[in-house]
């Protein structure tokens, strides 16, 4: 009688109100997700779902191989735990709704059913303290959860979207469909689907122009884990595209000091009025190129030229801006030039060498700068980086000064002994010859 009041009630309007897993546990002394968990010191083949469904075909046994690597399977859990039913029994009574048994959770069940376990910290202490409880709470708040709750979309991202059911594995696993180099694939499968995608009105180019950008470059080919992808920018569980007025605080994340001094600026301000989203309207967001002087000024390539033109008055500050940063970048190779050819000759240089890193450091200070679009700013930064330079182009030719000496004096030395080589050779000649016609 118990378990057919318990079964009514888990599909009941009660049970909705107040959560099925308060409820069940209130009713039967036994938390739900106890009930369902495989005991860890159980034998694998006392799991009769894992017995009868790796002998099915291969749409049912799928989910038994996969499952096998999956990081529940490892930490104990096994079937019943996301499925319910009892794992114990032999037969199919092993799937009997009235013990809790599940078959594929609907799109709404899913959230429900990884956030009886993932909203318990006491449970989630026991094998990963550093997960974060708050996951469900947070997807209630995303465009996904959202959409889900307010309109019961079923195409939205749940849980098992994201995480692949019967094969999740740790986000640092390069296997995991959330690993790093994985996460841009994930969500590709839905956001570059246009047909799928296409009564939300959304771009679905993000994955492509994303790995056309930097930040796809550092993470594929310099094996940069860092380097930020998708769930970096919009979040992963609480996912949301930055609003115009904080798309800065979202790169900041990372990009402090460009944040900070953006901050500073007119732009900063003026930006959001007219729509523009701070660092995406020069940067782009998803097509993040290797940011590059070429940037700056009124050139074919530059971001200023979009909005300023020549002749203007911020427009000849970017032209200024533009020149100052040539002319640092210039002085910084020709002394990087002078100062190795020393070196290659021999010349005594490391110290100049050492000096001119501030010179780069000024460099990569003054194109910092730019954010603050106040060109006195990049004008102190320059005129520090120049000093440096000039100095160590000095140095460099002075190097070279030394060198040409040291070939002068050598060229002398050798010719010097060659004479007396060439006089020692004839004087011995000539007292051969003296020798021999005195015999």
Known sequence: MLRITVGFLARGPLCKAIGCSALLTF?????????????????????SCITCHRNLESRLSGPVMTFQQDIHAQ????????????????????????????????????????????????????????????????????????????????????CSSCHRAHAIRPASDPLSSVHPRN???????????????????????????????????????????????????????????????????TCGGCHMVMAELFEQSLHARLFPMLGAPGCAACHD???????????????????????????????????????????????????TALLFRAESAGIEV????????????????????????????????VVEGLEVALNASERGRQAHQELRFRRVGLALSVLIIVSLLVGLVLKIRQIEERRSGAS
């Open 75 to 158: 930490s104990g859990f096994s079937c019943g735990a996301c499925h319910g039913g009892d794992p114990t029994a032999p037969g199919m009574e092993a799937m009997d709704p009235e013990r809790g048994f599940l078959s594929k959770p609907s799109h709404r069940d899913v959230v429900q059913v990884c956030g009886r376990c993932h909203s318990d910290p006491e449970l989630m202490r026991r094998y990963n303290a550093e997960i974060r409880v708050d996951q469900v709470a947070r997807y209630a708040t995303s465009v996904h959860g959202l959409r889900l709750n307010e309109f019961d979309d079923p195409k939205v991202a749940t």
């Open 285 to 335: 967001n998803h097509e993040v190129v290797r940011a590059g002087d070429e940037m700056l000024g009124l050139g074919e390539e530059a971001v200023c030229s979009r909005c300023h033109q020549a002749g203007t008055v911020n427009g000849d500050r970017a032209a200024e801006m533009r020149a100052m940063i040539d002319s640092l970048r210039l002085e910084y190779d020709t002394a």
């Open 350 to 381: 490391s110290e100049a060498q050492f000096e001119l890193t501030g010179a780069m450091t000024a460099l990569v200070e003054a194109r910092a700068a730019v954010h603050s679009f106040d060109i006195g700013q990049v004008e102190e930064k």
């Open 27 to 47: 009713l039967t002394g036994v938390s739900p997700l106890r009930a369902m968990m495989q005991d860890p010191a159980q034998e694998p083949g006392a799991d």
């Open 183 to 249: 996460v841009a694939r994930t969500c590709a499968r839905c956001h570059s689907d246009s047909t799928y995608m296409e009564e939300y009105g959304i771009p679905t180019d993000q994955d492509e122009k994303y790995e056309a950008s930097i930040h796809w470059e550092m993470i594929s080919v310099e094996q940069d884990l860092s380097a930020p992808t998708c769930n970096d920018c919009h979040g992963n569980h609480g996912a949301a595209p930055p609003g115009v007025s904080w798309v800065g605080n």
